[in-house]
Each structure stands twice: as structure tokens, then as C-alpha cells.
């Protein structure tokens, strides 16, 4: 399969031959990790600095972030061979070519009114020159959100892509045996840090996903034994039910603008697909087929929906307007297609693809070519795209022995190329992961 | 010297390019044929507790009354109802009018070989198939409510074939 993914990029790899700017073309899969060092940020002695050891945990939140793309490596800093603080202003390039930095990062930090001042340069060693540049100013309990935002300048800086790591990831977090499963909302940065647990597990939650204008989540609740679509306020806590429906309402996902909610209702054993309208609570039904339609996403302009429905006989990936006309088939390379996820760019449609007693993560073009199968298990589904539109993170469970025991559910990640996965780590076991957009 | 080189460039280029597509033509068939059915045999299972993807044996079934089974089970995928679940169901339904005060709700269930939000779907379509049968044989639909697990209340926590047709089920629960 890797080799499949290999293929589709040939000629980029005898583009862009120039020494002058270091670039990465992300659309290459396994190219080489672009070695970079990432220096400590200096500071004048700053006691506020040192106790909070503001200095070592920057440069290490940065570089974690850039490893972790697949795209970058962080040279081991008992290698460098300039250590002092004039790197900032003038980096002695060829040592850092000499340790095979084809970047390097450079900072100061210090306290100004209470305040953390962050300042960054990025330099290009072999064109030594600053390719990349700012000043940050932000309170001090700040400083994880600053370094996230500096590595997705050098991401951006680098790729020529926006980057991806000041986002966080919601999930369902899970523990106990599988028949007595209990599942709580849980919410952490990209990179795991700041987790907290959003609701109590005393009701079963399912499928949360992100706003992508608000601090705000929708997700499924049985609260009251009544499994119905709620909308939850991240900053002040409170949860609302959305709408009033005579049967179960699942599978919730926001509009592009954040102002509606595309989701199934069941009603007398048929599931169809209904959009409301948050400001005025308006519902409109979208589909009427007798047979299940369920997980809706918007297309990024809203012009269009994708869904699945088992119309046809078996589960496959529709496509229609977004007042429910032109519904139209898209998958057809064989086997059970599920969980269809407009990608932010517009151009790839990713999904779940059940094949010979295999799960598949792929991603397709719009109208169904293209089909490319990204990664292969005996269980995963679920992909929630980055805000990029690079990397997709999903679910995956374990097999089970023939007593109940070893089952586990862990989030993964994985790029758009197919190289790079990842095992999210939780404190807990991981399932349903949506992926915020860049915070505002 | 210099055009030499690139038409060398070139050519090795393009060469690089078709052993990338020969590469690529390969892969669909490796995809393919990679995948097993490695549950085809599994190992305690007797055939006589699966009949055409449907559970028949009496392992996890809890009675409502004497003589009238709690649930019946569904093949892959399906909600249709075999003969012995509108057995089943013609019991309860049985009993149902001698209890008159008695209301259930019936919640549908799924194996976990199915997406999270399909399965909720096909859970509800379960529910609905036995609660339709009830109807038919005379149960108001007043006493009946439904709802549907989907996956997340397993009641097999394995992962082999009997677990799977054991947890593909609806099952009736008294509610006062």
C-alpha cells in the first residue's frame, strides 16, 4: 500500500532544486525529516523564567510538534557547537552546517509588565540568512499556546502550508469492561497536553464533534435514556439539547459557518437526514429514502453534502446539494464504505472502507476517483480531518479474546500520503477524535 | 557538457516515472488479496448455535415470563425476522395482552463490526422490525417504545462469530 502512495507524487521529486531557500514539499510521503536546531531562547537571567522553566519547555513543545509532522527533525542540542546567546543576531552559519542544520531557531524571552515577550528567528544556514521573524506577547501561563503558534510559523514558513498545532482534539475517553463501557467527553490540545474531562460518564456520549466558528461541540447524549443531538459550550459548561424530534437524533456535524446542524433522525426504523438552522431553529428535512442515510459533512463552501446510505443494498458514500437535491453515488471501487469527511480544501473526501474482514482509512476525489487506501486494521473508522488538511486522525479498537479481555480503543493519526502514523497518547482509552480548526 | 546532463536528467526521469506507475499497478491486486477471513473458523463455536449468521442458542437469553424468551437475534447486517424470532415475538405478544398494564421498550442492537453511527441506525431499524411484529399481532403501540444501542452494550464482550450473532439483537425490557 505505501508504495501505491509512493507513486502518485513521482515528479515531484526532481523539482525544486535550489540551495537557496530551505522548503519542504509536504506532498512527498517519505522524504527524509529536514534536520533543524532548535536552540534555547535566551533571557537575562529572569528568576520568573527559570522557576517555570518557560525556557526548556518551549523549545520542547516546538520541538515535539515538528517531529511529530513526519516533515522535521530536532538535532540533539550536545551537538551544537555555537551555544551563546549571539546566535540570535548572528547565527556562525557554518557551524550549523557543520551538525547538518539546514534551519535553525533562534529566541529571547523576557518579562515585561507581568507580561511574556517571546521573540523568534528562524534562519536559513545555507542561504544564512532570517527567513522567518516575531515578537509575541502574551500572559505568562501562556507560553504552551505561543509555542504552538511558533511552530506552526515554521510549518507554514517551511511547507508553504498553514500549520496545524495551536488546535486541540475532542474525543470520547473510555474505561471499563466492553458490556459496561463508560464514555465521558474529553478535550486536550493537539498534543495531549491540557486534557480535561468535559461531562461525567454517568450518561452515555457519543461522536462529539467541533464548531468550527465557536467554542462549542456537538455530540450525542443518553441522557434520560433518550439519545438525542446536544450542543455543548466548551467556556461555560452548559449543554442544550438541539431541537425537539419524536425519535433519536445522531451522527450531529456543524456547517462550514458554524450556524447550522446536519444530523440523522430515526424515526419508526428509518434514519434520514434533517439540517437545522441554530439562530431560528429551523428544521428542514434533507433526504427521504426508506433506507439509512446517516453521517453527513458539509462540503467547506456548504454547497454540498456527503453522506452514507445503504440504499443501494450496501453501505456506500452519497453526494448531493445542500438542500437534499442531486443525491448521487460516489464509491464504487467495491466493498462497504462509511463515515464520509469533506476535507478542508474541498478537494478529498476521506472515509471508512470495510473490505474482506478488513477496516480501511482512504481518502477519494469528490466524485469517487482517485480512491487511495491509506492504512489497514481489523478495526478503525472515524476520520476527522486536520485543520490543513494534511493529517487525519481516526479510531482504532483491538480484538478482543474469546473472554472479553484485551479490547482497547486508541486515537491515531496519519498523513494525507500515508506515512507517519501515529498513536495519539491518552490517559485513558480514545475513541470518536474531532480535530478543531486553528484556535481564533 | 551542460545540455548532455539534463538530457540524461531527463531520461532518468522519465525511467524513474514508469517503474513508480508499474509500481502502482501492482498495488491494487496486493490490497486485495491481503485481506483474510481469519473468523471463518472459530474454535468452541458449534455450527448448531449459528444458523445463516443468526444466533439460535439460549445462552443469554433471560425470560419475561415462563416461556417467553427476552430477545431474538438478526444475521449480519440484516433486521429481517427469522421464523423463530416471530415465534419469539408472537409470545410476548402472548403475554403482553395477558398483562395488559404491563409497558416494554425494546432496544436494538449491533455487532461491532459496523461504524459507530451506522450501527445506531441499524440498531433503531431492529427495535422497530420486532415492534412492528408486536403491532400485528395486536399490541397497541402505545406500550412500546424503542431505542437503540447501536454497538455500545454488547452482551458478549468477545470478538469471534458466536459473540457477534449473540449481540445482534433486540430485546424486550419491561419499564414499569
Not at chain 1, 504552551?144 to 482534539?169: C, N, P, Q, V
Not at chain 1, 453526494?319 to 478542508?344: F, L
Not at chain 2, 491494487?28 to 443468526?54: N, R
Amino acid at each position: 500500500m505505501k508504495r501505491l502512495l509512493v507513486c502518485l507524487f513521482p515528479l515531484i521529486l526532481f523539482t525544486n532544486i535550489s540551495f537557496a531557500i530551505i522548503e519542504i514539499d509536504i506532498t512527498e510521503g517519505n522524504r527524509e525529516p529536514l534536520p533543524l536546531a532548535i536552540s534555547e531562547f535566551f533571557h537575562d537571567n529572569n528568576q520568573q523564567i527559570i522557576d517555570k522553566k518557560i525556557t526548556e519547555n518551549i523549545r520542547t513543545v516546538i520541538s515535539d510538534d515538528l517531529e511529530r509532522s513526519g516533515l522535521f527533525s530536532s538535532i540533539d542540542d550536545k551537538a551544537f557547537i555555537q551555544t551563546n546567546r549571539a546566535m540570535h543576531l548572528k547565527p556562525r552559519f557554518a557551524d550549523w552546517r557543520l551538525i547538518k542544520a539546514q534551519g535553525l531557531l533562534t529566541g529571547e524571552l523576557a518579562i515585561e509588565d507581568d507580561r511574556l515577550r517571546v521573540e523568534f528567528r528562524l534562519w536559513d544556514t545555507f542561504a544564512e540568512k532570517e527567513i522567518e521573524g516575531l515578537v509575541l506577547i502574551t500572559t505568562i501561563e501562556n507560553w504552551r499556546r505561543i509555542s504552538h503558534m511558533i511552530a506552526d510559523k515554521i510549518y507554514e514558513r517551511l511547507t508553504g502550508e498553514e500549520g496545524y498545532f495551536d488546535t486541540r482534539i475532542v474525543y470520547v475517553a473510555e474505561e471499563g469492561p466492553k458490556n459496561k463501557r463508560i464514555k465521558k467527553l474529553a478535550i486536550m490540545d493537539q498534543d495531549g497536553a491540557n486534557h480535561k474531562f468535559l461531562t461525567s460518564g454517568k450518561e452515555l456520549v457519543l461522536t462529539p464533534r467541533f464548531n468550527p466558528v465557536r467554542q462549542e461541540i456537538t455530540y450525542l447524549s443518553y441522557f434520560k435514556n433518550l439519545p438525542r443531538v446536544y450542543l455543548l459550550n466548551i467556556q461555560t459548561g452548559i449543554q442544550e439539547v438541539v431541537g425537539d424530534f419524536p425519535g433519536m437524533t445522531f451522527a450531529p456535524r456543524f456547517s462550514p459557518d458554524g450556524g447550522k446542524i446536519i444530523m440523522s433522525l430515526a424515526r419508526e426504523g428509518n434514519s434520514d437526514l434533517y439540517v437545522m438552522d441554530l439562530t431560528n431553529r429551523v428544521v428542514e428535512r434533507l433526504t427521504d429514502s426508506p433506507a439509512i442515510d446517516t453521517s453527513p459533512s458539509y462540503s467547506p463552501d456548504g454547497k454540498k453534502i456527503t453522506f452514507n446510505s445503504d440504499r443501494g443494498g450496501s453501505q456506500q458514500i452519497y453526494v448531493m446539494d445542500s438542500n437534499g437535491r442531486n443525491q448521487k453515488r460516489i464509491s464504487k471501487q467495491g466493498g462497504n464504505y462509511a463515515t464520509p469527511v469533506w476535507s478542508p480544501r474541498g478537494d478529498l473526501i476521506a472515509f471508512t472502507k470495510f473490505y474482506q474482514g478488513q477496516y480501511f482509512i482512504g481518502v477519494m476525489r469528490t466524485d469517487g476517483s482517485g480512491e487511495r487506501l491509506l492504512t489497514e486494521n481489523w478495526y478503525q473508522e472515524a476520520p476527522s480531518w486536520s485543520s490543513n488538511g494534511r493529517v487525519l486522525i481516526f479510531y482504532r479498537e483491538t480484538k478482543a479474546n474469546d473472554a472479553g479481555d484485551g479490547h482497547s480503543s486508541s486515537i491515531w493519526s496519519i498523513d494525507l500520503t500515508g506515512f507517519n502514523e501515529r498513536k495519539i497518547i491518552t490517559p485513558v482509552d480514545a475513541s470518536d477524535p474531532s480535530w478543531s480548526k486553528l484556535i481564533q | 557538457m551542460v545540455s548532455t546532463f539534463q538530457n540524461y536528467t531527463r531520461y532518468l526521469v522519465i525511467i524513474l516515472f514508469a517503474l513508480f506507475l508499474a509500481a502502482c499497478e501492482t498495488v491494487p491486486k496486493d490490497t486485495a488479496s491481503s485481506s483474510t477471513s481469519s473468523t471463518s473458523t472459530s474454535s468452541s463455536t458449534s455450527a448448531v448455535e449459528i444458523q445463516d449468521g443468526v444466533y439460535v442458542g439460549s445462552d443469554t437469553v433471560e425470560m419475561l415470563a415462563i416461556d417467553v424468551p427476552d430477545r431474538i437475534f438478526f444475521a449480519y447486517d440484516s433486521y429481517s425476522l427469522t421464523k423463530a424470532a416471530q415465534n419469539t415475538l408472537e409470545k410476548q405478544a402472548k403475554w403482553l395482552k395477558a398483562n395488559g398494564s404491563v409497558t416494554i421498550a425494546i432496544e436494538g442492537h449491533a455487532d461491532e463490526r459496523g461504524t459507530r453511527e451506522y450501527n445506531l441506525a441499524l440498531g433503531d431499524r431492529r427495535a422497530n422490525a420486532a415492534k412492528d411484529y408486536l403491532m400485528t399481532q395486536g399490541i397497541s403501540s402505545s406500550r412500546v417504545t424503542t431505542i437503540s444501542f447501536g454497538k455500545e452494550r454488547p452482551v458478549n464482550s468477545g470478538s469471534n462469530k458466536k459473540a457477534w450473532a449473540q449481540n445482534r439483537r433486540s430485546v424486550s425490557v419491561r419499564t414499569n
